[in-house]
């Protein structure tokens, strides 16, 4: 059976941490072989705009377009719309480049001509020049709500807007029970050969994708195994807020916490280096672990986090 | 009664002449006595984004954003965002630049919160630090229909799309019998001591606005004196598809072909010197005329057109 796993590998990701491990397993996949699951959650209307930050993310990041630093948005991008919507007294907190707001524009109005979310990404993407299958966790509206302390706020003005700083007591997908995961999301899950969760922030990123119905229960049902990717490294996270949040909802802030939170749908998980000593306690939960240089600075480092991973779960689940 | 036209003028414009002497008339009159009431029937919905050519081009002009050749668009703006368009395979032949996208984001978001054109326009231009009086003539919906040699075009697709290259049969305001004047237009035609037709194109920038149901009439039946400038010069359009349009259906390419269009509205008609000795064909049709220099290259071209058009009409309609 060995290899088997790399006839379809499905990822599951968010944003910035999703993304780089997505451009490592596109350089190890050929494109038939991976689709990546991305969270819309996030999405949001601003300014008549339909935006899909995670999608963008991950879609820009695989064609090389990704601003290098920010973690969003096109390098090299301008700001000369928003500085305009800023003089006529219009919200200017969400920072959308001049090229991004082109993308923003095509998804807008592809989404009025009655096009899927999911067809649009395809097309973008190709048009983008991505060879490999990126697909929205749903076509239907889903919209992450935080509870914080500061009150009831919508991810993105809690996220972008408050920078992450409110203190947050739940969270809620707005629209889930009504979500879909679309034909082709069902299909990729059907057919993978592996499952990775990447290492998105579990409660704002991979836990809409699971929350989708029927997503979840068909990982737990399926023999085809599932690994996560911490996203704690060390006790914090490489970027954003969760380390905070994990903290904030009584969440032992660890590859630990992690593997607790996925308990029942995970068979692995891979931590960093640097956590080496929670393998134990990882495994103490039923799920084997290992631990790789998970930090992607690099793409070498992309890349060979990628194929450390389909190597280890070759030989882990022969 | 000398003096008491410059109480309150009402111009009446569509896009780039209309503006020029827009911007000549606000030299001329403090910001109370003068209204401004523009063409809208060139808007239109394209990539999401609702466009206002004509308002925007007059607010572009007023507030001293206008580029100076195009006669469309902010002076050095930036064409990031439709490249992107492009990149993605959307339709590029609007050509939008990034500040002007910004313009048109504010104005799509709000009118999606619910406010009016009206609302919208008083908004952006006092942002953008304008003090005279601009209004969309409606609303209401209403769209130019051009119909051709080439098919039924929207007059985006005919004006840009296909640089008015088409042969024109005929002309139709689509929505113009459901729509309203707003209160602001109206009141402003019954305060006028003055109404001003500007050198605009007579079939596709002020047939729109006459055509809204009852400012025809209010025109008509009032006995504030209306002239017009003449937008023909030596038998040509300054700029654009008057005199083009005007042969293909039948009038006259000449100042006297813009009195005989307007007949029953016009008081009086202003022309170009070059074309002077038309005054006595135009004065036969019971309208009074008079030259001046109309082409209007610097601000003080603008500002003397101007002047003289308010000096004169003093002294022809005491």
Chains 1, 2 share one sequence.
Not at 218 to 231: D, L
Request: glycine share 8%; proline share 6%.
């Amino acid at each position: 059976m060995t290899g088997s796993i790399r006839d379809h590998v499905v990822l599951l990701v968010g944003g910035v941490g999703g993304a780089k491990l997505a451009v490592g397993m596109a350089e190890c996949l050929p494109p038939e072989a991976l689709t990546i699951i991305v969270n819309t959650a996030d999405d949001f209307e601003h300014l008549g705009l339909h935006i899909s930050p995670d999608l963008d993310t991950v879609m820009y990041s695989l064609s090389g377009l990704a601003h290098p630093i920010n973690g969003w948005g096109i390098a090299d991008d301008t700001p000369r719309a928003m500085e305009m919507v800023n003089r006529l007294g219009g919200p200017d907190w969400f920072r959308l480049g001049d090229n991004d707001i082109g993308t923003n524009l095509m998804r807008t109005s592809m989404l009025d001509e009655g096009k899927t979310l999911t067809q649009i990404t395809t097309h973008l993407s190709r048009q983008l020049g991505i060879q490999h299958r990126l697909l929205p966790m749903t076509d239907d509206t889903v919209r992450t709500i935080v509870e914080t302390n500061q009150g009831v706020l919508g991810f993105q003005e809690y996220f972008v807007r408050e920078r992450w700083q409110p203190v947050v007591q739940s969270i809620r997908f707005e629209g889930i029970l009504t979500a879909h995961a679309s034909h082709e999301v069902e299909s990729a899950l059907d057919e993978a050969a592996l499952i990775i969760f990447g290492p998105s922030n579990p409660y704002l990123s991979i836990d809409p994708i699971l929350a989708v119905p029927r997503i979840k229960q068909r990982i737990e049902q399926s023999a085809t195994p599932c690994v996560a990717v911490s996203p704690i490294i060390g006790g914090r996270a490489v970027k954003g807020p969760a380390a905070k949040l994990m903290a904030e909802l009584g969440a032992d802030v660890s590859p630990r916490g992690i593997a607790a939170h996925f308990a029942g749908l995970l068979d692995g998980l891979i931590l960093d280096t640097i956590d080496q000593e929670e393998i134990p306690k990882v495994e103490a939960l039923g799920i084997r672990s290992t631990a790789y240089r998970t930090l992607m600075e690099s793409l070498s480092d992309k890349v060979a986090l990628a194929e450390n991973i389909l190597t280890w779960t070759e030989e882990t689940y022969p």
